[in-house]
């Protein structure tokens, strides 16, 4: 998912460059969705493995 995230936010930064403001917008509005379902996941699997561990 992190790859993803990365993907949207490169593709953001070229449309950016190149003009696309609504396509570069877009694309930064879902790599930020992506990114924040990424560290709520990585988080809840860092504390059930803590959990998991007792």
């Known amino acids: 998912m992190l ?3 990365i993907v949207f936010l490169v593709v953001a ?3 950016a460059v190149f003009g ?3 396509i ?4 930064v ?4 969705i992506l990114f924040f379902i990424f560290i ?3 988080i809840a699997s860092l504390i059930f493995g ?3 561990r007792k």
């Open 29 to 32: 509005e879902i790599a930020k």
């Open 40 to 42: 709520v996941l990585f």
């Open 20 to 22: 696309f403001t609504g």
């Open 3 to 5: 790859h993803y995230a």
């Open 50 to 52: 803590l959990v998991r």
């Open 13 to 15: 930064l070229v449309a």
């Open 24 to 27: 570069a917008a877009g694309a």
